[in-house]
């Protein structure tokens, strides 16, 4: 399975809203609703942020929000705050009931 | 509080096996609304889900790594196990331990990781 493609790097400054993508295809993205996105700070353990395309659990800033067209699901963090800095990865399930990452994307809070 | 705690060998030498062990506490294993999982992060790399399995043992294998990889439980102890045959320095990686709900839709408990060097 290959992974899906996330771009290597975003930034933005803080108070302004930046938007991570990340493709696949029909076989996973694109075929179910079942994407989500992790945030993880060096040396730690990822924590999700959003499951099932677009729902936040709790504890999650509602500044984090996700959505999904076609084989293409998008992370946008509103309002950044220098903490929001991170890699972040999107996974999904996929055809063959396996899951697959996101190559990752490291975001900059200028 | 439900907890998950990797253990085993932070060296294995290459072509040996690699085992880990993600013990459960807090909870049990048999929760019929959880999977339980290994995702393994290479440094400085990205993550890799390895592989997943019920509490009833049936098991879901990146197909990358399916014939090198075994995955089981034991209700008993409350726990779960990774074992990967004929390892290179490849598979050099942290390896976490987790939680995953149905469809995989969400990892929402994951282990503190452990180190695995693969080297003579």
């Known amino acids: 399975q290959s992974a899906l493609t996330q771009p290597a790097s975003v930034s933005g400054s803080p108070g302004q809203s930046i938007t991570i993508s990340c493709t696949g295809t029909?076989?996973?993205?694109?075929?179910?609703?079942?994407v989500s996105w992790y945030q993880q700070h060096p040396g730690k353990a990822p924590k999700v942020m959003i499951y099932?395309?677009?729902n936040r659990p709790s504890g999650v800033s509602n500044r984090f929000s996700g959505s999904k067209s076609g084989n293409t699901a998008s992370l946008t963090i509103s309002g950044l705050l220098a903490e929001d800095e991170a890699d972040y990865y999107c996974?999904?399930?996929?055809?063959?009931?396996?899951?697959?990452f996101g190559g990752g994307t490291k975001l900059t809070v200028l | 509080q439900l907890q998950l705690q990797e253990s085993g060998p932070g060296l294995v030498k290459p072509s040996e096996t690699l085992s880990l062990t993600c013990t459960v506490s807090?909870?049990?294993?048999?929760?019929?609304?959880?999977?339980w999982g290994w995702i393994r992060q290479p440094p400085g790399r990205g993550l890799e889900w390895i592989g997943s399995?019920?509490?009833?043992?049936?098991?879901f294998y990146n197909p990358s790594l399916r014939s090198r990889l075994t995955i089981s439980v034991d209700t008993s102890k409350n726990h779960f196990s990774l074992k990967l045959s004929s390892v290179t320095a490849a598979d050099t990686a942290v390896y976490y331990c987790?939680?995953?709900?149905?469809?995989?839709?969400?990892?929402?408990?994951w282990g503190q990781g452990t180190l695995v060097t693969v080297s003579s």
């Open positions: 099932d395309v677009s």
């Open positions: 987790a939680r995953l709900g149905p469809y995989f839709r969400s990892i929402d408990l």
């Open positions: 807090g909870g049990s294993i048999s929760d019929s609304n959880y999977y």
């Open positions: 996974a999904s399930y996929t055809r063959s009931s396996t899951l697959v």
């Open positions: 029909s076989s996973d993205v694109g075929g179910y609703d079942y």
């Open positions: 399995i019920f509490y009833s043992g049936r098991t």
